[in-house]
């Protein structure tokens, strides 16, 4: 059981959008920052999203991040076939002393 | 360009020890905070441990907490995860990441070694 709750899947048509949600406790999204991670099959984790809401060069402002409270938002527009992934957001526990992810969700492009 | 290489996977017998490897360059390896993240096979990713980039703050996941160690020879732009009291849950592929920073986040990754605990 992860610490932060994430959908298990969501799926959308190509060319629309989809959002990702990230549900925490004021113990980690409610104070820390969050991340977001692209996993394509077979691959390493690649970084999405950093400190809630930028994104590191070479990142398309397809992908956009957001925070309020307690839970953490990524949405994706303009969905393509390569979008199709696992998605995960990371953030960091003060209470655990430890980081945490997401449970992951796999992105479904129909 | 920046380079993580992680070795010293394998097949272990519960209860052994092993130590991961992650060879660094690219970049200034003793300025940077690392983590190790773990992904047993079809599961999600789970945070292991973090290493502070002078080696005076470390930091674990509770499901690892007294048999694992994370260390670092900056010297050898090397960081290691020491792996005791091994566990069947504890097949997964092994990730180091380096931290960002300026930012919450791990910019680069290691292509990861995969660890099977397995009588």
């Known amino acids: 059981q992860s610490v932060l709750t994430q959908p298990p899947s969501v799926s959308a048509a190509p060319g629309q959008k989809v959002t990702i949600s990230c549900s925490g406790s004021s113990s980690n999204i409610g104070n820390n920052y969050v991340s977001w991670y692209q996993q394509l099959p077979g691959t390493a984790p690649k970084l999405l999203i950093y400190?809630?809401?930028k994104r590191p060069s070479g990142i398309p402002d397809r992908f956009s991040g957001s925070k309020s409270g307690t839970s953490a938002t990524l949405g994706i527009t303009g969905l393509q076939t390569g979008d199709e992934a696992d998605y995960y957001c990371?953030?960091?526990?003060?209470?655990?002393?430890?980081?945490?992810f997401g449970g992951g969700t796999k992105l479904t492009v129909l | 360009q920046v380079q993580l290489v992680e070795s010293g996977g394998g097949v272990v017998q519960p209860g052994r020890s092993l130590r991961l490897s992650c060879a660094a360059s690219g970049f200034t390896f003793s300025s940077y905070v690392m983590h190790w993240v773990r992904q047993a096979p079809g599961k999600g990713l789970e945070w292991v441990a973090v290493?502070?980039?002078?080696?005076?703050?470390?930091y674990y996941a509770d499901s690892v907490k007294g048999r694992f160690t994370i260390s670092r020879d900056n010297s050898k732009n090397t960081l290691f995860l020491q792996m005791s009291s091994l566990k069947a849950e504890d097949t997964a592929v092994y990730y180091c990441?380096?931290?960002?920073?300026?930012?919450?986040?791990?910019?680069?990754w290691g292509q990861g070694t995969l660890v099977t605990v397995s009588s």
């Open positions: 290493i502070w980039s002078d080696g005076s703050k470390k």
């Open positions: 400190d809630n809401n």
């Open positions: 990371e953030t960091w526990d003060s209470s655990l002393s430890a980081g945490v």
């Open positions: 990441a380096r931290d960002m920073s300026s930012g919450w986040g791990s910019d680069y």
